[in-house]
């Protein structure tokens, strides 16, 4: 069984209504992104971020996988397929693939502030000031802010160095390290982008780009393009 690799960002989730990362203007619902999403945000003030990724649990509550979701899993008969993703929703999990790498933390899930590795889920969408790990600390997000190393990020290298086929979908690989990804694919392998805009990093004559959003991509990938 082939091995298909699968790279997701936010345009995938966005047309399930989970709202993108950041606009032009650098803002995340209006905050400084530093404000919300680094370490010195969060020692300026943890109710402000707390408060921040609660709002995004509410939305994520709200919204349930789309068409493009449900295509991946359905490859998982004919591929083995393991989806590497910059999102932080679980929207690949509702719809039932089951090999994701979540390079940038899962929204669901808490971690000890002392101890990183002290991670558990959050029932319901709250997280508040007093929540604490087991070993006493304040539980904050799992996720991981600017400047903060990227723990998924060696297994996603050995992952993507073992693909017979490489699938970009709603990402502009341009954040790194998630970005670098695209130097550890095999040289000749097939590799398919799906996004409606053009990347800035140059195509190979391996690549093959289908400038439509997720939802119809996977349509086109799966009618015409499935090797």
């Given at each position: 069984?082939?091995?298909?690799?699968?790279?997701?960002?936010?345009?995938?989730?966005?047309?399930?209504?989970?709202?993108?990362?950041?606009?032009?203007?650098?803002?995340?619902?209006?905050?400084?992104?530093?404000?919300?999403?680094?370490?010195?945000?969060?020692v300026k003030n943890r109710e402000l971020v707390l408060d921040f990724y609660n709002?995004?649990?509410?939305?994520?509550?709200?919204?349930?996988?789309?068409?493009?979701?449900?295509?991946?899993?359905?490859?998982?008969?004919?591929?083995?397929?393991?989806?590497?993703?910059?999102?932080?929703?679980?929207?690949?999990?509702?719809?039932?693939?089951?090999?994701?790498?979540?390079?940038?933390?899962?929204?669901?899930?808490?971690?000890?502030?002392?101890?990183?590795?002290?991670?558990?889920?959050?029932?319901?969408?709250?997280?508040?000031?007093?929540?604490?790990?087991?070993?006493?600390?304040?539980?904050?997000?799992?996720?991981?802010?600017?400047?903060?190393?990227?723990?998924?990020?060696?297994?996603?290298?050995?992952?993507?160095?073992?693909?017979?086929?490489?699938?970009?979908?709603?990402?502009?690989?341009?954040?790194?390290?998630?970005a670098s990804l695209l130097n550890y694919a095999s040289l000749n392998i097939p590799?398919?982008y799906i996004d409606p805009n053009i990347p800035d990093f140059k195509f190979g004559?391996?690549?093959?780009?289908?400038?439509?959003?997720?939802?119809?991509?996977?349509?086109?990938?799966?009618?015409?393009?499935?090797?």
């Open positions: 069984m082939q091995k298909l690799v699968v790279l997701t960002g936010a345009g995938i989730s966005a047309e399930s209504g989970i709202k993108t990362f950041r606009d032009a203007g650098g803002l995340w619902e209006g905050h400084d992104i530093m404000e919300v999403a680094s370490w010195q945000g969060w709002q995004r649990r509410r939305n994520l509550k709200d919204s349930k996988p789309n068409s493009a979701h449900f295509a991946l899993a359905e490859l998982q008969k004919k591929y083995e397929v393991t989806i590497i993703t910059q999102n932080v929703d679980n929207l690949h999990e509702q719809a039932g693939s089951q090999k994701i790498v979540h390079l940038h933390g899962e929204l669901t899930k808490s971690r000890g502030t002392i101890r990183p590795h002290n991670v558990c889920e959050i029932e319901g969408t709250e997280l508040n000031l007093g929540d604490k790990c087991e070993k006493g600390s304040q539980l904050r997000p799992h996720i991981v802010w600017f400047g903060e190393e990227v723990p998924e990020m060696e297994i996603a290298m050995e992952i993507t160095s073992q693909a017979d086929i490489l699938l970009i979908i709603g990402t502009s690989m341009v954040v790194y390290p998630a590799i398919y004559k391996n690549v093959v780009h289908i400038k439509e959003k997720a939802t119809v991509g996977m349509e086109v990938f799966m009618t015409k393009h499935l090797p």
